[in-house]
Nanobody, 124 residues
Framework: QVQLVESGGGLVQPGGSLRLSCAASGSISSINAMAWYRQAPGKQRELVASMSIAGSTKYADSVKGRFTISRDGAKNTVYLQMSSLKPEDTAVYYC??????????????????WGQGTQVTVSS
């Protein structure tokens, strides 16, 4: 089992920045990838950013150039740096850990564990 605890959410004005953190504990050696999802009210949960331990990353088109996923292996912590935030970025953000897999020679993220979520609200 892997336990994930997110932090860093809050209220920010449009155009502002916020950094989310996700601290992992437990059977971390079973994990080779991590990701951030978000879910806005009335919408399905969507994959925002993912990365493999090897360094491959993927981003949703809606956040490319504005969000950056990174990790500190020594601290078992994953980050999501969000900048140029927009009201449509408002959602509960969830950290996830899982596996980086391949289909038709393209990498993709397969979730296994989830954090409890942290609210991000972008509003003036």
């Amino acid at each position: 089992q892997v336990q994930l605890v997110e932090s860093g959410g809050g209220l920010v004005q449009p155009g502002g920045s916020l950094r989310l953190s996700c601290a992992a504990s437990g059977s971390i050696s079973s994990i080779n990838a991590m990701a951030w999802y978000r879910q806005a009210p009335g919408k399905q949960r969507e994959l925002v950013a993912s990365m493999s331990i090897a360094g491959s990353t993927k981003y949703a088109d809606s956040v490319k150039g504005r969000f950056t996923i990174s990790r500190d292996g020594a601290k078992n912590t994953v980050y999501l740096q969000m900048s140029s935030l927009k009201p449509e970025d408002t959602a509960v953000y969830y950290c996830s850990h899982g596996q980086w897999k391949f289909r038709n020679f393209r990498g993709y993220y397969d979730p296994a564990y989830w954090g409890q979520g942290t609210q991000v609200t972008v509003s003036s």
